[in-house]
């Protein structure tokens, strides 16, 4: 045997199985066809959207928001150039840092693109091909942008989000197809640095799944912002003429603008894997079917992240890591979905963890709903984000958390400790008994929570 354990792609889900499993005392292979490790988060997702959100917004506070506090800003110009290289930057840092851990961790890189060959055997195809034996495989190839039909990608004009992280110019007028999470981050930052970005969504209401009010909330508030939205509207195509983009729409005239990003979805990378070669049949969706271990139906076969059912998270996918290497060296291990938190990072940000509101009214569930605004909060104010509130779903009998919707700022960060609470199973009294530091954004949670009983005491 090469190895204990093969681990398919480098990504959030696969780098961070490759280290647990090494720390547990296995010997590690792990397979990555591109040069830099970290897969689409570190290279063309998480990482270098925010470093662009961070500038972004850097840059439209500069123009636009220090004056309130006083602060005259004159020549505050964009040098695009110089935004994009720190982005690069950043994104090499942290493609390098999985380099070093595995290193520490004695984790064996193999350079090429890993496919099952059979039951215990992985083959690398590349410029190192490799033909390896192996107890265990963990599949974590990730997934890729969904294409329509009729969209045709030409890598410049219309393109998915790996294009729109970097334009080498504000476009003037930005169409952004799919008004999901990438849509909404993305067209966030290209309208703060200038450009008219109108959302073309299918559906009635945008980011689907998340909480329904939270979600026409937020439209409010980026809609205040200056993002366009288009609901109700399906596009059929989207192509550059020679000389600019046309996207077409049902029932609708035509829509001219001079880049197009498509964010309608990703689908999980689960082509020439060699899963036949083992047994494993897909789903309807092209996802790998696992059990609550993570195992497919091939014996020492596991599968992790965006290749297999579930919300496609970076965090998650490094969950279902952990759980899968620790089950193989342990026979333990496990992932809580209910307290897998969901963010959107605009500005303000969007955070979600447990069941929204539509889901516990769909399943009968008699619950409790708390909700705190950010415009009542000191610290909010004094940072002159008042957008948002807090919002506490707690079962009316038992007052156990079941849900927190957060809009406003911070968010992201915020949701961890609502996170937290749904691990531990919280009740909103224990939230509202937990002394917050004052002045912090955090106390709006507790507030929140005090509100479900009226009780808060600064509303
Ligand atoms: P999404 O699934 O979030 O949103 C896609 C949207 O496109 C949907 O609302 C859908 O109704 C709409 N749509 C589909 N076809 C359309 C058409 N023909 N015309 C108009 N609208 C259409 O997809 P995404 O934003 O591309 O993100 C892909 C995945 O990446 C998601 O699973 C997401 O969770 C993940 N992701 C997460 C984060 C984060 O957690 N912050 C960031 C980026 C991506």
């Known amino acids: 045997?090469?190895?204990?354990?093969?681990?398919?792609?480098?990504?959030?889900?696969g780098y961070v199985a490759a280290i647990r499993a090494a720390q547990l005392g296995l010997n590690v292979g792990c397979i990555e066809k591109?040069?830099?490790l970290g897969g689409t988060c570190l290279r063309i997702g998480c990482i270098p959207s925010k470093a662009l959100l961070e500038s972004s917004h850097l840059y439209h506070m500069a123009r636009h928001e220090m004056g309130a506090h006083g602060i005259k800003v004159s020549g505050a110009d964009l040098d695009l150039a110089a935004m994009l290289k720190r982005k690069d930057s950043v994104v090499e840092q942290l493609t390098r840092g999985v380099d070093f851990l595995f290193k520490?961790?004695?984790?064996?890189?193999?350079?090429g693109t890993g496919r099952l060959a059979g039951p215990g055997k992985v083959v690398v195809d590349g410029e190192q091909p490799a033909e390896l034996t192996t107890k265990s495989v963990i599949i974590a190839t990730g997934s890729k942008p969904f294409m329509i039909p009729g969209v045709e990608f030409d890598g410049k004009h219309v393109g998915s989000s790996t294009e729109a992280l970097s334009y080498d110019k504000v476009p003037e007028h930005l169409v952004v197809i799919g008004g999901g999470v990438i849509g909404l981050e993305l067209g966030s930052v290209w309208k703060r640095l200038g450009a008219k970005v109108t959302v073309l969504e299918f559906l009635d209401r945008i980011m689907a799944g998340m909480d329904t009010e939270l979600a026409r909330d937020a439209q409010k508030v980026f809609e205040k912002q200056g993002l366009e939205f288009r609901l109700k509207t399906r596009v059929t195509s989207a192509k550059y003429d020679g000389k600019q983009c046309v996207v077409t729409v049902e029932g609708g005239e035509p829509i001219h603008c001079d880049k197009v990003l498509v964010s309608v979805g990703r689908v999980p990378v689960t082509d020439g894997l060699g899963l036949e070669t083992v047994g494993i049949q897909l789903d309807s969706k092209k996802r790998i079917p696992v059990d609550k271990h993570l195992q497919t139906t091939a014996a020492g076969v596991y599968a992790i992240g965006d290749c297999i059912e579930g919300p496609m998270l970076a965090h998650k996918a490094e969950d279902e890591g952990v759980a899968a290497a620790e089950f193989i060296a342990t026979g333990y291990g496990h992932v809580n979905y209910d307290a897998v938190p969901s963010v959107v990072y605009t500005e303000p940000e969007v955070a979600s963890v447990g069941k929204t509101e539509d889901e516990l009214k769909a399943a009968g569930v008699d619950y409790r709903k708390g909700s705190f605004p950010f415009s009542f909060h000191g610290r909010a104010k004094a940072l002159g984000q008042t957008d948002g509130y807090v919002r506490v779903l707690a079962d009316k009998a038992t007052d156990r958390i079941l849900g927190v919707h957060i809009l406003g700022p911070?968010?992201?960060?915020?949701?961890?400790?609502?996170?937290?609470?749904?691990?531990f199973g919280a009740s909103a009294e224990d939230i509202a008994r937990t002394c917050h530091a004052h002045p912090?954004?955090?106390?709006v949670f507790k507030e929140a929570a005090l509100a479900g009983d009226g009780r808060s005491i600064h509303k």
């Open 34 to 36: 591109e040069a830099a």
């Open 440 to 443: 912090t954004l955090a106390e």
């Open 410 to 423: 911070r968010a992201g960060d915020l949701i961890a400790e609502a996170a937290a609470a749904i691990e």
């Open 104 to 111: 520490k961790n004695k984790v064996t890189r193999y350079r």
């Open 1 to 13: 045997m090469n190895h204990d354990l093969i681990v398919i792609g480098a990504g959030p889900g």
